[in-house]
């Protein structure tokens, strides 16, 4: 069955770094989004993106995130300056279509980053 | 700003158990309701109800959703060991984004 992959699976950074997190999508899905869920607490939705631009995002997504999809099967979460609170397992998630089309969300295993 | 609940926040049974997860929600525009089995590490996609009284199943599992009383429920019959993991509910309120709830930790003792 396809899935969504996410590199790297464990991220350490110092305080003020930069971090890139990779996710291929599910080959034919058109809709793509970030979650995070920091230790212990709710999933937390980032941003989805389609037809290469973002269409929705939380008020957790400021200047210092952004996303790109750089070629035909990459999506990335870029994270600008990271703070000791950005730590937390990030998920990539597909869908073929709208969610309101009966199109579920299929998560990638995540990549948990450790900003210390 | 729309909102899940979920209950109960942890579980404990014996393996041939029957449990219940619940869910309740209160969302704008909702268009509707996922289960997720989250282990690890990836949530894993269940269930997606749109409709009201109208049940899913999947071998032991099965889930139902009330637009009117605003719930949904999860259950899970015979349990077994692998079945334990923390049940993940989510609304799509429209927005292209889900709202999760802070999950259910279920643990299955053989």
């Known amino acids: 069955e396809p899935e969504v992959t996410q590199t790297p699976s464990h991220q350490v950074t110092q305080m003020g770094q930069e971090v890139i997190l990779r996710c291929v999508p599910i080959?034919?899905?058109?809709?793509f989004y970030w979650y995070r869920q920091i230790l212990g607490q709710k999933v937390e939705f980032l941003v989805s993106?389609?037809?290469?631009?973002?269409?929705?995002k939380s008020e957790i997504f400021d200047d210092q995130f952004s996303v790109e999809r750089p070629d035909g099967s990459n999506f990335t979460l870029k994270i600008r300056s990271t703070k000791l609170e950005d730590s937390a397992m990030y998920f990539c998630?597909?869908?073929?279509?709208?969610?309101?089309?009966?199109?579920?969300?299929?998560f990638g295993n995540g990549t948990r980053l450790t900003v210390t | 700003e729309d909102k899940v609940v979920q209950s109960p926040l942890s579980l404990v049974v014996h393996e041939g158990d029957t449990v219940t997860l619940n869910c309740s929600y209160e969302v704008t525009n909702f268009r509707s309701l996922l289960w997720y089995k989250q282990e690890k590490k990836a949530p894993t996609f269940l269930f997606m109800l749109t409709s009201s009284g109208i049940e899913k199943k999947s071998g032991r599992l099965s889930s139902i959703l009330d637009k009117k009383e605003l719930f949904s429920i999860l259950n899970i019959t015979a349990t077994q060991t692998g079945d334990s993991a923390v049940y993940l509910c989510?609304?799509?309120?429209?927005?292209?984004?889900?709202?999760f709830g802070q999950g259910t930790r279920l643990t299955i003792n053989p």
């Open positions: 080959s034919n899905h058109l809709y």
């Open positions: 993106f389609y037809n290469n631009e973002i269409s929705e």
């Open positions: 989510a609304v799509d309120g429209g927005a292209q984004k889900l709202v």
């Open positions: 998630a597909s869908s073929f279509s709208r969610i309101s089309y009966n199109s579920p969300l299929h």
